[in-house]
Every structure is written in C-alpha cells, then in structure tokens.
C-alpha cells in the first residue's frame, strides 16, 4: 500500500535561506500526523508546501499518487483551518462553510443540508444565520473546521489552530479534535509549537529543526527514546549527564554520578563508539527513597539544592556526588510521603532502562 | 509569510516575483505621479533659466531671472514675508491644536475619539475658498465681527487693525489648516504607552514634570510633522493673502501667479516658484536636523 | 482637566464660527454682510438656479468632480494593494514619492502642470482640471485605502483560494467586498476634495469655469454676496453631507472585519 503523501527530498530556499532540508516523509491514509518545532523551523512552510501556497525548489509531493507539482492550492485535494481561523466577516456562518461548495454541481438544498451536517458535526447546529465577526474564538475555529471538512478533503491541515484559544478551551479542543478526526477518518496534519499538545493528539510526530526532520515517531517513542539531545530537551525536561562509554558492543558506560551502568541495544544509537558521550534520564524515572521505603540496588547519594512544590507533584534539584550539575527529580506527592527541605541528603534511586545514551 | 521575511532583510533573490507584481501594480500611480508632477517640475526648473517675450520662449539659459530675483526688493519682501507669515501660522496653528490631540488622546473615551476627530475634520472638507471668503466676511471694516461687537456696544469705531493685513492672513491660515496640525500630533500622542506615563510618576516626577520629561519628548515626532505639513503648503498659499491679506499681506504665489497669468511672464514665474520651493526645501530640512534627536528610535 | 475641555470647545466654535455664519447670512435680508440683522428671505436661494453661468459652473464640477474620483480611486487601489500585499525594491521611497502631491504647494502643482501642458499644445479645460486633480485626490484615497487593505487578513484569500476559488473569483468574493466600504469612502472624499479645489481649477480651466472658479469671479461684486452666501451653505451642507456618508462607510468597513476604531481618515 502506498502512502497517502508522499514528500521525497523535498528543499525549499528563500534566496540563501534554506527553508526545508531535503525533507522526505510518508503519511498515511487516517493518519492524524503533527509537525512539532519551535518557531523557524520549517513547519508552517512545509504544511504550505502540502496546501500548495509555497512551491518547493526541488523534491516532489504526491498526494493519493499523484504528482503535485504545478497543481494549484485550488486543485488540490487539501482543506487547511489558518492559524487565524480567516472567517470571512462579511459572511455568515453558513455562508462560510458553504463557500467550498459554489461551483459543486448539487442542488441548493443538498448543499443547504451538508452546510447544517457540517455545522452540526462541530457543535455548531443551529448557528447558521450569525454573522462571521459576532463568533467567539472557539466558534471561529469550529466553523474554520466545519468549512474545510465540508469539502471532504483527501487531508486536513491544521496550522497551530488552537494557539489563540485559552488554556481550558484549548484542552477541550484538543480532545474534540481528536474525535472528530477518527469520526471522519479523514487524514489530518497539524502545525504546533506545543509539545504536549502533539503527544496528546498524535498518532506519529516529525520533530523538525532548522528545516530538517530530526525524529519522526509515535508519541511513546519520541519520549522515552529520543535520537538527540536536542529533541530530548525539547519534548518534555530531560537530565543530561556527562557520560564514558567503555564498551560500545555491549554498552557499558561510567556515568557521573550513578556509576557504571550497562544498558540495551534500544536505549543507545546505532553508531555509539567507544568513548565521551552524554545520557539522558526524564525526572520522573528517577525517585527518591524516603524513610521506610524499601532499598534499591541502584542509589546514588545526593543533597536537595532547591524544590518547587506543584500541589500534585513535587520537582526537586538534587545535587548528586561528583556532578557539576544538579538533577531534576519530580516526586508524586502520593499519601504519607513528605516534602523535603533544601538541604536534606537524598538516596537517589533509578533504573538502567531508563537512561537514554547520545552519541551527538 | 514574505511580510516576515522582508523583515528579517529577504535576500532579493526570493523577492523576485514579488518585486515584478508589486512592481506592476505600482507602477500606474508612480508613472502618474512622474508624468504629472515630476516632468513638469523639472520643466518648471528648466524655463526658470529662459526669457520669455510675449509668447515665445528665449530657450537660450541665463542666470538673469535669478539674478533679478535676488536682487529687486519687491520680489525678496514678497519672499521673506511669506516665510514670516508661513512661520506664523505654523506656530499659532501648532500652539493651538496641541492641546486639543493631547484632550482628544487622553482625556476622551476611546469609543467618543473618532467622533471628536471627525468634528475637527469636517470643517477642513467643506469649500476652501468659502471659508476664506467667510473670514473677509467676519472680519471686514463693516463686517461681522465689528458690526457685531458695535451693536453689543463693546466698541465705538470698527477696529481695522484686523483685515487687509498680514494678521488676517495669520488667523484665517491657522483656522485653515486646524485638523493638519491636530491629527499627526494625535497619532504621536496615541502611540505613548500609558504605563511610561506610571513609571514616570512612579520614580517620583510629578504630572507635569512627567509632560516636559516623557509625553512632549515621545509626542515630537508628531509635532515635527505637523510643523511640515502646515508650513509647507501655507508658503504658497494664494487664496487667502489675495482675499483678506490687503497689499501688505500678499505672498509669494500672488507674485507666481501675476508673472504666469498677467505678465505672460513664466520664465520669471518659475524662478519664484524654484526659489520658493528650494527655501521651503532647506528649512524643513533643518527644521527635521534640529529635532533628530526626538525622531530617533523604533517606528 | 475641566479647562482643558472648555479650551477644546472654544477651539470647536472657532472652527465652526465661520461656517456657522453661512445660513444665517443666506437667509438674511440685506445685501451687506453685517450685524444687526434684518428679515428672513428665501430669496437669494431662489435667485441660484436662475444664473446660467452658475447652473454651467456646477455642471462643469460635477462632470470633473466624478471623473477625478473615478480615476484617483483606481490608482489609490493599485497603491494600495501594491503596499499591503507585496515587498518590492525601493518600496518606501517610492510609496513616499507618491504621496507628495499631499504637502506641495497647489500653486506649485498648478503653475507647473500649466507649464507642461501649454508646451505640449493641450487645450485648457475639464480633462486638464481632471490631470491636476486627480494628482492631488490620489494621496488621500491611497491613505483611507491603505488601512483596509493593511487590515486585510492574507489568509482570508488563501483561504478562499485552498476552498477552490480562482485569484479573481477570490478578489471578487472576498477582497473586493471586505474594502469596498473604504473604495467608497476614497471615492467620496475624492469627490468632495476635486468640488472644492480653486488653485489649480483656477489656472486650468481654461474658458469653462469650475464652481470655485466662479465663486471666485463673483467675489469682486458685493451685491453678489448674498448669493454667494446662499450658494456656499448649499455647498457645505452638501459636503458635511458626503462626508457623514464616507464616515458611516469607513465605519461599518471597520465593523465588518471585526476591528478596533482607531481614528479619523487620515
């Protein structure tokens, strides 16, 4: 089977500014796929490519098989919601979500009628005769979905569509997407800076840097395994620690701190060699071992240096022996278990399979 | 997309069909704008070197109109005084309006602004030339404003100190250009960020040591063009020196418009016109030098 | 702040004083323009239409006065247009240059247009008048265009375009209608600006007189005054009129897309 978009070295200059690194991807049909990067990195340009707004200076893009070059935005089997909704104001709602369907060949009231299903598919029923600009911004962003869906696009693209929207409505959203997108089966791309938020929605995310894809992989994946620091640190918070590879068939390392350690082929890069390196270890895969608790086999001595008390968890900075830098511990603040004081020893357990090696 | 680019200074390269699009978009009010106002300006300056007799031009150039410009006296009066009044006005004009974009800016609720500005623009709309006509009116030997204050019985005599004189040129200029003054003032006054006002007092100046230290300085850009768009066109104003100005309130472009229209004249028409214009040129000039501290910083 | 808002409305009268003067003067019965006043008459209303030279004046106006607006409006799109949408070389410069005929001198604008058509043998009349004024009346409908064209939000063309419109269906279904109350508020003021222009009127006429220009030959005649008075408050309440009109559309422009009021025309 064949991918629904196919993008195959695809690079985009902007006279000496290299927009898209020779990027190549596969999506699939009913896919719900995120582009995650910080700003400049090539996101919104390439989601543009998709839609048809920017042409790439070389690569190709077929989508459904066919070959996209020289086919305008128009043509092209992609509906996009804008990051700032465009809801014509001059229109009411249900003028804009029918504003796909002039030229289709359906009679008035067929098209009358996919406007209201459409309208009701977004919690919209009922809406139809407001006008554009009286619409809240959640509203807005609806109708910008219930208008792009309208058509039955082959792929939807979503440009950092729930960025204007407050926090709450924002994680509302966030799941009504997600059901929307499995109820339509339609194949959806989305353009976030939020990390949480392409885990959250994501059935596969490309990581993106400097115009080029540096992971693309499931949520779990990108989390627990990812390929660089970089993408380590942006997903999340992530421990670095200096690290001495002593043995790269095996891999065994020294890591400062916690000591000699010996972990899987999964957990360390193909192309891991003998020497220097740094591993990575999340805060919540580390714990601290309160009083009473059982020994592990694995501890490692350290002070609380500062903590930060977040109601349900608790983020301690310990500082563990024979390391520059202190470590983020986060500590569920389950029943029973206190909170500690700067400048209280802790005994720092952790596990092998938790440590993530970085070659770069 | 290329908005943000073009910020970031887009190399050329990428511009490129953007620059042939807006190219050919602009293209038909700047070729308008060339053909109509810089070919004849650049005519205007070639025939101020020709001499002319009745119809036909001497194409041969010469100095002499300049010449005769610079050094008869009734031609150097008619200049300085047009400078002198132009001046004038653009000082009355601006003293005045200021406190007006400054109530209008910060004392009225953002929703009543546009209707204030709105009132202060209507009258700039309405006939020109009636308006000026309305100040000879008001302010005649039996005009309104004497005949008005002889009935109240506040005076005996018409006061006549008040037309067909450089001070009613003065008045009716500056009640003239008004809303020119105001709104650029306004605009300048607009963009303050309110809270620099708190900081001010908050480090302990008071309200109106926080005017002369904050709000006039950060407002200055607005005055500095309001002085320009009222000084410069009031120069060659030629309606109301002609109505109220008497034979001692007549200006430069009275002048341009006799040696164009009456003494068939044009070489030496456009040499006033030159040298009006390049006077007018040079004091703006140092005009925006003098105030580059103010006009500095993030537009 | 109290006389601060005392000095504001005095500063209203005085820029209202003038105008204030016209009714009460049209509608008085005397020749002399002057206090105490004598009777109300409706006369000097009813004289108007009775001057062919006058009726031949407006005429003339009318027939520039639309013209000038027509054409000024197309060229302030295009600059316009050209500003908002897209980066070009010597963008500033240029867009600066276009606006100058905003702040020279008229007199300098008409003696040198004068100059230039002269030379080039054109008659004097109303096509010469509409040169001169719609070179004036373009930086103005290019400053009430600008703004709609700026508030224009890119993505709502893209928009249309990714839902299946062509560039022109889209400058048609969206573009056209979210700036038209701005076209038709440059196209008023356009209007009203080329009805009142005397200077460059005045030297390009030629032999068939614009209204100012023959307000302005009826100055010289006291006994005309009355008349002039009558005509001037026909003129203004008309101007006031198009101007309330260009003030709802820019309004209900700014309402349609959505946004903040942020001031007057200019």
Known sequence: MTALIDLKNVNKY????????????????????????????????????????????????????????????????????????????????????????????????????????????VGLKGFGGRAAHALSGGQRQRVALARALILKPKVLLLDEPLSALDKKLREQMQSELRRLQRQVGITFILVTHDQEEALIMSDRVAVMFEGEIAQLADPQTLYKRPLSRKVGDFIGVMNFLPAAVRNATAIELDVAGLGPVTIAPDQAPSTAKTGPAEVGIRPEMMSILFEGEPDRETIAEGIIKDRAYYGDMTYYDVHLKNVDQPITISMKNIIGRPVLDIGDTARVSWDARSLVLFSD | MLSRLAGMDAPLAILNTENKKGLALISAPLGYVIAMLAVPLAAILLISFWTQDFQTFDTTPTLNNYREAVTDPLYRELLFRSIRIAGLVTLVTVLLAFPIAYFISFHVAPSRKSLWLFLITIPFWTSYLIRVFLWKVILGFNGVLNSGLQTVGIIDEPLTFILYNANAVVITLAHAFAPF????????????????????????????????????????????????????????????????????????????????????????GATLAVIAMVSVSLIALLFVALNRRYLRGPR | MKSLRTYAILY???????????????????????????GFTTQWFTELPQIPALIDSVKNSLYIAVITAILSTLLGICAARAAAKYTFRFKRPIMGFIMVPLVLPEIIVAVSLLVILLQLGLSLGAGTVIMGHVLICTPFCIAILNSAFQNLDPAMEEAAIDLGETPWSTFRLVTLPLVSPAIISALLISFTISLDEFIIAFFLTGTEPTLPVYLWSQLRFPARIPVVMALGTILVAGSILLLILAEMMRRRGLRRAGLQDKGGFL
């Open chain 1, 14 to 121: 902007y006279g000496d500014y290299h927009a898209l690194r020779d990027v190549s991807l596969e999506i699939a049909q009913g896919e719900f796929f995120s582009l995650l990067g910080p700003s400049g990195c090539g996101k919104t340009t390439l989601l543009r490519t998709i839609a048809g707004f920017e042409d790439p200076s070389d690569g190709t893009l077929h989508i459904a098989g066919a070959d996209m070059n020289g086919v305008p935005a128009n043509a092209r089997p992609t509906n996009m919601v804008f990051q700032s909704y465009a809801i014509f104001p001059h229109l009411t709602v249900a003028e804009n979500v029918g504003f796909g369907l002039r030229k289709s060949p359906s009679s008035k009231t067929d098209k009358m009628k996919s406007v209201e299903e459409a309208l009701e598919m």
């Open chain 2, 181 to 268: 003054a105001i709104l650029p003032i306004f605009v300048a006054l607009e963009k303050i960020d309110r809270s620099l006002l708190e900081a001010s007092q908050d480090l302990g100046e008071s309200k109106l040591s926080t005017f002369f230290r904050v709000t006039l300085p950060l407002a200055m850009p607005g005055v500095v063009a309001a002085v320009l768009i009222v000084f410069i066109p009031t120069i060659g104003d030629y309606v109301t020196p002609r109505l109220v100005g008497g034979p001692d309130g007549l200006m430069i472009a009275n002048m341009i418009q006799v040696q164009f229209l009456r003494l068939n004249n044009a070489p030496m």
């Open chain 3, 12 to 38: 209203l009268i005085f820029l209202y004083a003038p105008i204030a003067l016209l009714p009460i003067f049209a509608f008085n019965d005397a020749t002399i323009i002057a206090f105490p006043l004598s």
